[in-house]
């Protein structure tokens, strides 16, 4: 399947939010929303009002990426905004020794696709474990809490390992990574057999957000 194209909206024009969402779901597949609580990471995004609003315009499903603490406390919460898919960061489930399953097929019981998230420095083999709740993880290819940042070259392998454990345990988990996509190393992203790329900079950042995500697409077949 070709690789589908996430915009962040965390590098969007905030005066301009309505019409750059309208704009670039002319392109892309997905919505992706950042939420930070400066805890988690140390950066503040936008919460529950942006999201609602967000989803009231969007024709495209919307991520939601929730790096926070206690993520679960808000699962209700991103289900009532119309959320289609959830993620958040297994480290902030085990730091309160919470199990990362139970937290997925929760968000799965409310309707919503669950993603699992983590940062580069995350051993990949525990991520293993939870690939049968999960409908995709969100591999993250920057440290998670801020935009712009450079890719961390570790992702290509890490997504490799993740790509083969799914392959060979046939399961249907898509893999999504997050962070310092550029139209000089989508095409390796993309080799390396990721299903979803989310895009702030890039796609924001360029002059005409709707074609640059089509440029995106044409670099990611190399
Ligand atoms: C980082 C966020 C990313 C970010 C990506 O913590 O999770 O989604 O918006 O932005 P770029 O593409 O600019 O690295
Ligand atoms: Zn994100």
């Known amino acids: 399947m070709a690789i589908q194209i996430a915009p962040s909206i965390l590098a969007a024009d905030f005066l301009e939010l309505g019409k750059q969402i309208k704009d670039v779901s002319k392109t892309a597949d997905i919505i ?30 919307v991520d939601a990426h929730l ?7 808000y699962f209700e919460r991103c289900a009532a ?46 991520v293993f474990p939870y690939l049968d709740n999960a409908d995709y993880v969100l ?5 998670a809490g801020f935009g712009g940042q450079h890719i961390e070259d570790s992702v290509y392998d890490r997504v490799k ?16 990574i997050d962070g310092g996509v550029t139209r ?24 005409d957000c709707a074609a640059e995500v089509q440029v995106l697409r044409e670099f990611a077949l190399g």
């Open 32 to 61: 992706h929303f950042d939420i930070m609580d400066g805890s988690f990471v140390p950066n503040i995004s936008f919460g529950f009002p942006v999201l609602d609003a967000v989803k009231k315009i969007a024709t495209l499903p």
């Open 67 to 73: 790096m926070i603490v206690h993520p679960e406390k």
């Open 81 to 126: 905004s119309g959320v289609n898919m959830l993620s958040f960061h297994l480290e902030a489930a085990l730091a309160d020794g919470n199990d990362p399953a139970v937290f997925l097929d929760r968000i799965r019981s409310l309707g919503m696709k669950a993603g699992l998230a983590f940062n580069p420095d995350f051993p990949i083999e525990k």
């Open 139 to 143: 591999a993250m290819s920057v440290f």
């Open 161 to 176: 390992s993740l790509k083969k454990e799914i392959v060979e345990r046939k399961l249907k988990c898509l893999v999504e």
């Open 184 to 207: 000089d190393n989508i095409a390796a992203i993309a080799a390396a057999g990721v299903d979803i790329v989310v895009a702030g900079s890039a796609v924001f950042k360029a002059d």
